[in-house]
C-alpha cells in the first residue's frame, strides 16, 4: 500500500455543481489486490484470481468506485512487479480521487497479472468482473502479493464502469448479468453482441472474422504466463465457434449480452460513432433499443466519428458530463443530469444538437418498394407496389465506390433504387429494414443491401483508433491540456462526394427463417428475404433522393460466399421494399 499525492484536473468550463476539489492537494492510498473469482478457468486446480489496481482518497470515510476493467492492461510491456499497481494511465484517477472516488483498474481473467484464460466475451470475462465487484460489496475474498488479506473496508460497494472497446464491452456483460453493486455503466463503443461483431446475420465480416476470431483475440491478449496453460481453452474456442455455417448457435448465444436486457438495473451512458465500421453501430442500435424497451435509465451520444473515445473530441464537455453522471448513481447527488435532453447527436459538420429521445420522437417506419426504370434512373424506390422482375449477376468483385456509381447507368452486377429529388428534409433515425423477394440459381445467396444519400456533399472523414491504441495511450492531465495522446483530436479530412453510403447490411439467404438454422435455397421458385441494416442518425437534404444499392457477395465487407460463385437471380419488384424509420414517418 503506498501513499500518494494527487494534481487534480479541474475542469474549468462546468457550469453546473459537480463534487468540489478540495484546495489542498489530496492524498491517495495506491494498491494492488489479487481477488479470488468462483471459477478455475484455465483448469489447473486453483480459482482464478483477478488483479486491479486500486487507487483511493486517503480518507477515513467510504467512497465509491470508478472502475475499468480491460483485457490490454500490461500488453507490450515487460515483466510487471506483482506488489504495486501498473501505473493509472487514464484521465479517471486525477479526475475522480479527488473528488472522492475511488479508482479501479482490473486485468480480465488470463490477461497482464491476472491467472485464468480469456475467452472472448465468454462467461468467465463476466465472473472476472463479478469477482472484483464483489470483493468491493464484502463478498469476496482478496489477497495482497505477499498473501496478506486485502479488505475494502473503504468501500460503499456502489461501482460505475467505464471504458471504450472492448473496456466497454466489460460493463455491457455486467449490467446484463445484473452485478449486485454496479450501479451504472458507460460503454463506449462497445459490444453488445459478439456474434454480430463477428458476423451479420450469418455471414462473418471479412478478414480476422472468417476464421477462428475469438481464439485470435483470446491469443491477442493473453499473457505471456498463461499462454500455454491456456491453449486447450482456445482449442476448444475454436472447436466451437460454428465457422462451418457462420450460424448464430449456443456459443454465440453465451456472448450475446441482450438475451439477458431484462435484468439490467445499471443506468446506461452509451457513447458510439455513427462511422465505427470495427464495433459496428447495430451494436449500440439494438442493445439501446432492449433498454428502452425496459425503461432502463440511459443517455446517448452519438458522433460523427469511427472508433473513438469522446475525450478526444469533446473534452470538456465529457467531463462534466461524467462528472454529474457518476455523482447521480454512485453518490445519489440530485443535480439535474436526468434532466438534461436525453440525447446527444453530432453533425456532419462537427456541431452538436439534443433531443428528448433516440430515435428521436416522431420516427415511423415508411415503406417504399423497389420498382423498374423511371426518371432517369435504372431502378426506383416508390409509395406504391409496382410489377416486374430485375437480373442481379455476381458482382465480380465491384468495389463499393462503382456500387453507389451512376444510378442512373444499369449495371447486372448491382441493382439501384432511387426515389425522385426530396421536396423536403427527410431524418433518418434508427435502424433500416429491407425485405427482397429473389428467385435464386443458387442454394447459397449472400445478400448485401447499401442505403445512400445521392445528392452533392462534403463528407468529413476522420482518423479511427485501434482498440489497444484507445486502452494504452497516456491520459494524463498533461496530455489533456496539451491536446495530446487520449486527448489528441481526430484527424479530418473533407472531400465533396456525389454519394454518401449512409449505412450497410448482409444476410446469407440461408438464415432467412433463423439465424440459428441454415435452409438452402430452392433453385426454382421465389423466397423472400428480410434483413437489417446497421443504426444511423442522418438528415438527407431537399433535392436530394435516397437509394438503395443491392449486390451478391460484397468482398469488401463480408467474407466472400464461393458457394455463390456463379449466382444469378431475379429480384421481383412490387413486393421488395425496404423500411424507413423517418422523423414524421413521410418521405417527399
Same mark, same amino acid.
Given at each position: 500500500?503506498?501513499?500518494?499525492t494527487?494534481v487534480a484536473?479541474?475542469?474549468?468550463?462546468?457550469?453546473?455543481?459537480?463534487?468540489p476539489?478540495?484546495?489542498?492537494?489530496?492524498a491517495?492510498?495506491?494498491?494492488?489486490?489479487?481477488?479470488e473469482?468462483?471459477?478455475d478457468s484455465?483448469?489447473?486446480?486453483?480459482l482464478?484470481?483477478?488483479?486491479?489496481?486500486?487507487?483511493?482518497?486517503d480518507?477515513?470515510?467510504?467512497?465509491?468506485i470508478?472502475?475499468?476493467?480491460?483485457?490490454?492492461?500490461?500488453?507490450?510491456?515487460?515483466?510487471?512487479?506483482?506488489?504495486?499497481?501498473r501505473?493509472?494511465?487514464?484521465w479517471?484517477?486525477?479526475?475522480?480521487?479527488?473528488?472522492?472516488?475511488?479508482?479501479?483498474?482490473?486485468?480480465?481473467?488470463?490477461?497482464?497479472?491476472?491467472t485464468?484464460?480469456?475467452?472472448?466475451?465468454?462467461?468467465?470475462?463476466?465472473?472476472?468482473v463479478?469477482?472484483?465487484v464483489?470483493?468491493?460489496n464484502g463478498?469476496?475474498?482478496?489477497?495482497y502479493?505477499?498473501?496478506?488479506?486485502?479488505v475494502?473496508?473503504?468501500?460503499?460497494?456502489n461501482?460505475?464502469?467505464?471504458?471504450?472497446?472492448?473496456?466497454?464491452?466489460?460493463?455491457?456483460?455486467?449490467?446484463?448479468?445484473?452485478?449486485?453493486?454496479?450501479?451504472?455503466?458507460?460503454?463506449?463503443?462497445?459490444?453488445?453482441?459478439?456474434?454480430?461483431?463477428?458476423r451479420?446475420?450469418?455471414i462473418?465480416?471479412?478478414?480476422?472474422?472468417s476464421?477462428?476470431?475469438?481464439?485470435?483475440?483470446a491469443n491477442?491478449?493473453?499473457?505471456?504466463?498463461?499462454?500455454?496453460?491456456?491453449?486447450?481453452?482456445?482449442?476448444?474456442?475454436?472447436?466451437?465457434?460454428?465457422?462451418e455455417?457462420?450460424?448464430?448457435?449456443?456459443?454465440?448465444?453465451a456472448?450475446?449480452?441482450?438475451?439477458t436486457?431484462q435484468?439490467?438495473?445499471?443506468s446506461v451512458?452509451?457513447?458510439?460513432?455513427?462511422s465505427?465500421?470495427?464495433?459496428?453501430?447495430?451494436?449500440?442500435?439494438?442493445?439501446w433499443?432492449?433498454?428502452?424497451?425496459?425503461?432502463?435509465?440511459?443517455?446517448?451520444?452519438?458522433?460523427?466519428g469511427?472508433?473513438?473515445?469522446?475525450?478526444?473530441?469533446?473534452?470538456?464537455?465529457w467531463?462534466?458530463?461524467?462528472?454529474?453522471?457518476?455523482?447521480?448513481?454512485?453518490?445519489?447527488?440530485?443535480?439535474?443530469?436526468m434532466?438534461?435532453?436525453?440525447?446527444?447527436v453530432?453533425?456532419?459538420?462537427?456541431?452538436?444538437?439534443?433531443?428528448?429521445?433516440?430515435?428521436?420522437?416522431?420516427?415511423?417506419?415508411?415503406?417504399?418498394?423497389?420498382?423498374?426504370?423511371?426518371?432517369g434512373?435504372?431502378?426506383?424506390?416508390?409509395?406504391?407496389?409496382?410489377?416486374?422482375?430485375?437480373?442481379?449477376?455476381?458482382?465480380?468483385?465491384?468495389?463499393?465506390?462503382?456500387?453507389?456509381?451512376?444510378?442512373?447507368?444499369?449495371?447486372?452486377?448491382?441493382? %439501384?433504387? @432511387? /426515389?425522385?429529388?426530396l421536396?423536403?428534409? *427527410?431524418?433518418l433515425? $434508427?435502424?433500416?429494414?429491407?425485405?427482397?423477394? #429473389?428467385?435464386?440459381?443458387?442454394?447459397?445467396?449472400?445478400?448485401?443491401?447499401?442505403?445512400?444519400?445521392?445528392?452533392?456533399?462534403?463528407?468529413?472523414?476522420?482518423?479511427?483508433?485501434?482498440?489497444?491504441?484507445?486502452?494504452?495511450?497516456?491520459?494524463?492531465?498533461?496530455?489533456?491540456r496539451?491536446?495530446?495522446?487520449?486527448?489528441?483530436p481526430?484527424?479530418?479530412?473533407?472531400?465533396?462526394?456525389?454519394a454518401?453510403?449512409?449505412t450497410r447490411?448482409?444476410?446469407?439467404?440461408?438464415?432467412?427463417a433463423?439465424?440459428?438454422?441454415?435452409i438452402?435455397?430452392?433453385?426454382?421458385?421465389t423466397?423472400?428475404?428480410?434483413?437489417?441494416?446497421?443504426?444511423?442518425?442522418?438528415?438527407?437534404?431537399?433535392?436530394?433522393?435516397?437509394?438503395? %444499392?443491392? @449486390? /451478391?457477395n460484397?468482398?469488401?465487407?463480408? *467474407?466472400?460466399?464461393? $458457394?455463390a460463385?456463379?449466382?444469378?437471380?431475379? #429480384?421481383?419488384?412490387?413486393?421488395?421494399?425496404?423500411v424507413?424509420?423517418?422523423?414524421?414517418?413521410?418521405?417527399?
Amino acid at each position: 500500500m503506498r501513499r500518494v499525492t494527487l494534481v487534480a484536473a479541474i475542469l474549468l468550463t462546468a457550469t453546473t455543481m459537480i463534487t468540489p476539489v478540495s484546495e489542498a492537494a489530496p492524498a491517495a492510498v495506491t494498491e494492488t489486490v489479487y481477488v479470488e473469482s468462483t471459477i478455475d478457468s484455465d483448469a489447473d486446480g486453483k480459482l482464478d484470481r483477478i488483479a486491479a489496481d486500486v487507487m483511493r482518497p486517503d480518507t477515513a470515510g467510504k467512497v465509491p468506485i470508478v472502475m475499468e476493467a480491460s483485457p490490454y492492461y500490461g500488453l507490450g510491456t515487460a515483466k510487471q512487479a506483482m506488489d504495486v499497481p501498473r501505473g493509472f494511465s487514464r484521465w479517471y484517477d486525477e479526475y475522480f480521487v479527488p473528488r472522492g472516488y475511488a479508482v479501479v483498474e482490473m486485468e480480465m481473467q488470463g490477461t497482464s497479472r491476472s491467472t485464468g484464460c480469456p475467452t472472448t466475451g465468454g462467461p468467465e470475462d463476466t465472473a472476472s468482473v463479478r469477482a472484483v465487484v464483489d470483493w468491493l460489496n464484502g463478498r469476496a475474498k482478496a489477497f495482497y502479493a505477499d498473501g496478506r488479506p486485502a479488505v475494502a473496508s473503504w468501500s460503499t460497494g456502489n461501482v460505475g464502469m467505464l471504458g471504450v472497446s472492448y473496456n466497454g464491452t466489460l460493463p455491457n456483460a455486467a449490467a446484463a448479468a445484473n452485478i449486485h453493486g454496479v450501479k451504472t455503466i458507460v460503454p463506449i463503443a462497445a459490444i453488445s453482441s459478439w456474434y454480430e461483431y463477428s458476423r451479420d446475420q450469418g455471414i462473418a465480416y471479412r478478414g480476422a472474422h472468417s476464421k477462428d476470431y475469438p481464439t485470435y483475440l483470446a491469443n491477442y491478449v493473453v499473457s505471456s504466463a498463461q499462454k500455454a496453460k491456456c491453449k486447450p481453452v482456445f482449442d476448444k474456442l475454436a472447436k466451437e465457434d460454428g465457422d462451418e455455417s457462420f450460424d448464430y448457435t449456443s456459443f454465440w448465444k453465451a456472448r450475446d449480452y441482450r438475451q439477458t436486457a431484462q435484468n439490467v438495473t445499471a443506468s446506461v451512458f452509451v457513447v458510439h460513432g455513427q462511422s465505427d465500421w470495427n464495433v459496428k453501430t447495430s451494436q449500440f442500435g439494438r442493445w439501446w433499443q432492449q433498454l428502452a424497451d425496459r425503461n432502463v435509465p440511459r443517455k446517448i451520444w452519438l458522433h460523427r466519428g469511427g472508433h473513438l473515445d469522446p475525450i478526444s473530441f469533446r473534452q470538456a464537455e465529457w467531463q462534466r458530463v461524467m462528472g454529474l453522471w457518476m455523482d447521480h448513481w454512485l453518490k445519489g447527488v440530485e443535480n439535474g443530469i436526468m434532466n438534461e435532453p436525453m440525447a446527444d447527436v453530432q453533425k456532419p459538420d462537427g456541431s452538436w444538437e439534443q433531443d428528448t429521445a433516440w430515435p428521436r420522437p416522431g420516427t415511423a417506419g415508411t415503406t417504399l418498394y423497389f420498382g423498374p426504370a423511371a426518371g432517369g434512373m435504372s431502378g426506383s424506390l416508390t409509395t406504391t407496389p409496382g410489377t416486374g422482375t430485375q437480373r442481379l449477376g455476381d458482382n465480380a468483385n465491384l468495389s463499393e465506390s462503382l456500387m453507389l456509381a451512376n444510378p442512373e447507368t444499369a449495371d447486372p452486377r448491382r441493382l %439501384v433504387y @432511387v /426515389t425522385p429529388p426530396l421536396t423536403q428534409p *427527410a431524418r433518418l433515425s $434508427g435502424e433500416v429494414s429491407l425485405t427482397a423477394r #429473389v428467385a435464386s440459381n443458387r442454394p447459397s445467396t449472400p445478400l448485401t443491401a447499401l442505403l445512400v444519400d445521392y445528392g452533392p456533399s462534403t463528407q468529413a472523414v476522420l482518423t479511427d483508433r485501434s482498440p489497444i491504441e484507445l486502452s494504452t495511450e497516456t491520459c494524463t492531465r498533461a496530455n489533456l491540456r496539451d491536446r495530446t495522446g487520449c486527448a489528441r483530436p481526430p484527424d479530418v479530412s473533407v472531400q465533396a462526394v456525389t454519394a454518401t453510403m449512409l449505412t450497410r447490411g448482409s444476410i446469407d439467404a440461408k438464415n432467412r427463417a433463423s439465424l440459428e438454422t441454415s435452409i438452402p435455397l430452392p433453385t426454382t421458385g421465389t423466397v423472400d428475404v428480410t434483413w437489417r441494416m446497421h443504426a444511423k442518425d442522418a438528415l438527407i437534404p431537399a433535392g436530394h433522393r435516397i437509394g438503395v %444499392v443491392i @449486390v /451478391t457477395n460484397h468482398s469488401g465487407y463480408v *467474407a466472400t460466399d464461393t $458457394g455463390a460463385a456463379g449466382i444469378a437471380l431475379n #429480384v421481383s419488384l412490387g413486393v421488395s421494399k425496404v423500411v424507413l424509420p423517418i422523423v414524421g414517418g413521410i418521405v417527399r
